[in-house]
Nanobody
Framework: QVQLVESGGGLVQPGGSLRLSCTAS????????ITWYRQAPGKQREWVAT?????????ADSDSMQGRFTISRDNAKNTVYLQMNNLKPEDTAVYYC???????WGQGTQVTVSS
């Protein structure tokens, strides 16, 4: 059974950092691309970043995110991470991980950036 479980969200002040985790099971993780998306209230789901099984990364061409987010993976732990630095209120969203090969979504983790 395929599972993607996100964790690491929470409330953080502007300028703070969070590291989200996406832990996978039920498939061959080390050859799988994994993607992070986010969805802010009242907005469409937005692609954030993708990492391939070999570790190649791609990021959304977005001025609002550029240079602040880093995707990485630890195949020994079946986990993909999203490091988010210098967080802004507009980063407030539910963050989801996604496996493109089977179009499977995790349940999401809430990130709230507020003072």
């Amino acid at each position: 059974q395929v599972q993607l479980v996100e964790s690491g969200g929470g409330l953080v002040q502007p300028g703070g950092s969070l590291r989200l985790s996406c832990t996978a099971s039920g498939f061959k993780f080390d050859i799988s691309s994994i993607t992070w998306y986010r969805q802010a209230p009242g907005k469409q789901r937005e692609w954030v970043a993708t990492i391939t099984g070999s570790g190649t990364t791609n990021y959304a061409d977005s001025d609002s995110m550029q240079g602040r987010f880093t995707i990485s993976r630890d195949n020994a732990k079946n986990t993909v991470y999203l490091q988010m630095n210098n967080l802004k209120p507009e980063d407030t969203a539910v963050y989801y991980c996604y496996r493109p090969a089977t179009k499977y979504w995790g349940q999401g983790t809430q990130v709230t950036v507020s003072s």
